[in-house]
């Protein structure tokens, strides 16, 4: 009996040691070497798969993978690039060994993103509305800050600082975002008050910007209700290289020469240079920025400078690490509001002043390793120092500790890609702002999502996040008991979208993503004045929830060499026990208010491209967005505080159109910017009975405003010195996009560029 047991055990090991002698000797090992077809510099964590093998390359562009089959198909994948195939057969390579030359995206039909799913996506295949971009339109315009340079950019309206996606947010008063702003994927927000400062991003190393307008709380947390805008440093190339800018802006008299208070001409100044470069295993980019400005507002001024230092070190051929750093350090005067809307417009309240000396410190270190076939952890620091020293008892200290481990496999196999991680951050605020003591804040959030694309055309993607706030506090403000001086909730968050490609470059898309929103320290306990203006704290101010839904289609245009998008979206988004600042009575003033549930819906059209009609070079941005603030649920109680008694959400323009157009020829551009806001309809009654002459200014300015700016760059050294030329608010418009606030008069502007 066993014998024959044993026969069948030797001949089921013989027959296994057949079949695997025969894969082993099926399979080849192939180092693939990736350059930068421009450069010839080697390529660093390009993905590269074939088969079920794969992997990233390392700082000399290599990377070792099994080919199966006597007929191998490559695929190299990196962000910025055009991805690669190679094929061919294997006994053709020459020892094992395959160089690959990766050219740069030429057009935008070719371009990728990594906001909306953390890893590198074409814009066809997006499941939201994304916008990239790029360098240009900053210096084209002369624009000094990141600021600036979203206020053109179609869906995007920015009041007194805050960044308005879609109308998602309306005058915050300086507390709360549902717009996250990050650097590099890490979170750049104020941790008192989740509040962006602009002059923190080193906008003179900017590489592009990429804007996700929906719903992002899944991947990036509660400030990501309303969408994410992230910023992308610039790194070094093969050859070193320093930019050194320098602009100079004057303001003119405004239409009314009686507004006009200055005998000298207001102006603001920018410098800053840049240096980056290679050194073996490291990268770095180092830089400063000094910022001067007198305001055309009378008394508001701005002296700031910054350094910055961007490093990379390849530790193995796997795994690198790398520090972002930045201080900043300034002064500053600013009024709330003026004196009144006649000639007194530029001129601001006395008591509504707020001179401040800041200083603002981060470093972020992060650690990369690149796994087998594809995975890639990673994680992701930061820590942010803030000591705003301000009159009037705003001054403010805080810190926030910030820390993500990030998984992600690229499973090219399956045609799926995973992301998964954990977060963790914690702030400390000690401020006279918030009483004159002490808060704490932890959030602790796991998210995971997955893509999954079918038949080369269908992709799904799906997500979940579960996200833990806690805030400790006193245990009694304002005469309001806080149990044990601790507040803390939990919630789940899920999103769910798709993407058809219907050609190449035409596809179709819907998402849908649930939004959450942790108020702030500032939100619930911010006690301050400024003139005839007071906040008091609300530590009952409960948390907002929502969601946002989308559907849209992207057509791909080519005409001659240009080359670019018409993308259609129609959105949606409603919020439960919304958060806004409302004003409660005469004592309390305003306060931050679950103002029910709302709905904003609407739709919007763009166009975006870039490219060549014979000789010339066009490069254009624009886009109309309409939408609808509501109250879902409406009725007299929410308008008795307002200016209107019909339905509408405060502080919206309901119309807006962002349109730029640059003509380059030989080096030199010609180019035209317009910018379009319907009239606020709705604001707080007692900004316009109790500020001096914000009801007059209203009723004479209700038709919007229509901003529109000239410009001209001329090449004095071709790729090397360029002036700048800017005729900004040509017309000399007088508007404004919050209350007892003008904006700029016309003005002019010069900047020089030096490239070496």
């Not at 948390?543 to 989308?550: H, L, Q």
């Not at 070079?617 to 624009?622: A, F």
């Not at 209107?644 to 551009?669: P, Q």
């Not at 910018?675 to 001096?692: C, H, R, T």
Request: charge should be positive; charged fraction near 20%; include cysteine.
């Amino acid at each position: 009996m066993m014998q024959p047991i044993r026969h069948m055990i030797r001949s089921i090991f013989i027959i296994l040691f057949v079949l695997l002698y025969n894969a082993l000797a099926a399979q080849t090992n192939v180092t693939v070497q990736i350059f930068d077809a421009e450069n010839d510099t080697p390529l660093e964590f390009v993905s590269v798969y074939c088969e079920r093998s794969g992997g990233n390359t390392d700082a000399n562009g290599k990377v070792n993978i099994v080919v199966n089959k006597e007929d191998y198909s490559i695929k190299c994948t990196y962000v910025g690039f055009q991805t690669f195939i190679a094929e061919g057969r294997k006994s053709e390579l020459v020892n094992n060994s395959l160089v690959v030359k990766m050219s740069a995206v030429p057009n935008l039909l070719e371009e990728v993103s990594v906001v909306s799913g953390r890893y590198d996506r074409q814009l066809i295949r997006e499941i939201a509305s994304v916008e990239i971009i790029k360098p240009d339109l900053l210096r084209s315009n002369n624009l000094s800050s990141l600021e600036d340079l979203l206020d053109r950019i179609p869906g995007i309206q920015m009041i007194d600082g805050q960044a308005n996606i879609r109308g998602g947010s309306g005058f915050a008063y300086g507390a709360g975002s549902r717009v996250l702003l990050t650097v590099n994927d890490v979170p750049a927000m104020q941790p008192d008050a989740g509040f962006p400062n602009w002059r923190d991003i080193p906008i003179e190393n900017m590489a592009q910007v990429e804007v996700l307008k929906g719903a992002g709380s899944v991947l990036y947390g509660s400030t990501a209700m309303n969408g994410v805008i992230n910023y992308r440093t610039a790194w070094a190339t093969s050859k070193p290289e320093t930019v050194v800018s320098t602009q100079f802006t004057g303001f003119l008299s405004p239409n009314d020469k009686a507004k006009k208070w200055w005998t000298s001409l207001p102006f603001e100044s920018n410098t800053s240079i840049v240096h980056r470069q290679k050194f073996k295993k490291w990268d770095g980019v180092f830089g400063g920025n000094y910022f001067h400005a007198d305001s055309y507002n009378q008394g508001n001024y701005e002296h700031q400078g910054r350094i910055f230092a961007n490093i990379k070190f390849n530790i193995a051929p796997k795994l690198q690490v790398a520090i972002n750093t930045l201080v900043n350090k300034g002064e500053s005067d600013t009024f709330v509001y003026w004196r009144d809307g006649g000639d007194n417009a530029y001129r601001g309240d006395t008591t509504s002043y707020s001179p401040s000396k800041k200083l603002r410190f981060f470093i972020d270190p992060v650690l990369t390793y690149l796994g087998g076939s594809g995975g890639e952890h990673k994680l992701i620091g930061r820590y942010f120092s803030i000591n705003n020293n301000v009159a009037n008892d705003q001054s403010q200290k805080s810190n926030m500790k910030y820390l993500e481990y990030r998984y992600r496999h690229s499973l090219e196999k399956l045609n799926m890609e995973f992301t998964a991680g954990l977060v963790y951050t914690g702030t400390r605020i000690e401020a006279k702002l918030y009483g004159d003591t002490v808060y704490t804040s932890t959030n602790i959030a796991g998210y995971v999502s997955l893509d999954k694309t079918f038949f080369k055309k269908l992709t799904i993607n799906a997500g979940a996040r579960y996200e833990y706030n806690k805030l400790t506090s006193p245990e009694m403000v304002d005469g309001i008991a806080i149990p044990n001086g601790e507040t803390s909730e939990s919630k789940p968050v899920f999103k769910l979208g798709a993407n058809f490609l219907l050609t190449r470059y035409s596809s179709i898309r819907a998402s849908w993503g649930q939004g959450y929103r942790y108020p702030t320290v500032a939100e619930k306990f911010i006690k301050t004045t400024a003139g005839a203006i007071r906040v008091s704290p609300n530590p009952n101010l409960e948390s907002e929830t929502g969601y946002s839904a989308e559907i849209g289609i992207k057509q791909g245009l080519k005409i001659a060499n240009w080359k670019g998008f018409v993308d259609v979206a129609f959105f949606r988004s409603d919020y439960d026990n919304m958060m806004e600042f409302v004003l409660q009575n005469i004592s309390k003033g305003f306060q931050s208010f679950n103002i029910g549930d709302t709905r904003i819906q609407g739709y919007e059209i763009g166009i975006q491209g870039a490219g060549n009609i014979g000789n010339v070079t066009i490069r254009t941005l624009c886009g109309y967005t309409n939408i609808e603030p509501t109250y879902r649920n409406f009725s007299e109680i929410d308008t008795f505080k307002s200016t209107v008694t019909y339905n509408v959400l405060k502080y919206r323009m309901k119309h807006s159109f962002r349109g730029d157009i640059g003509l380059v020829y030989k080096g030199f551009e010609v180019g035209t910017y317009y910018q379009y806001n319907s009239k606020m309809e709705a604001i707080d009654k007692v900004f316009d009975l109790g500020i001096p002459g914000v009801h007059d200014f209203r009723a004479s300015h209700d038709r919007g405003s229509n901003v529109i700016g000239f410009r001209v760059i001329i090449p004095i050294i071709v790729d090397k010195l360029t002036l700048g030329l800017n005729l900004n608010n040509a017309l000399n418009e007088e508007y404004s996009t919050r209350p007892g606030l003008l904006e700029a008069p016309r003005n002019f502007s010069m900047r020089l560029d030096w490239k070496f």
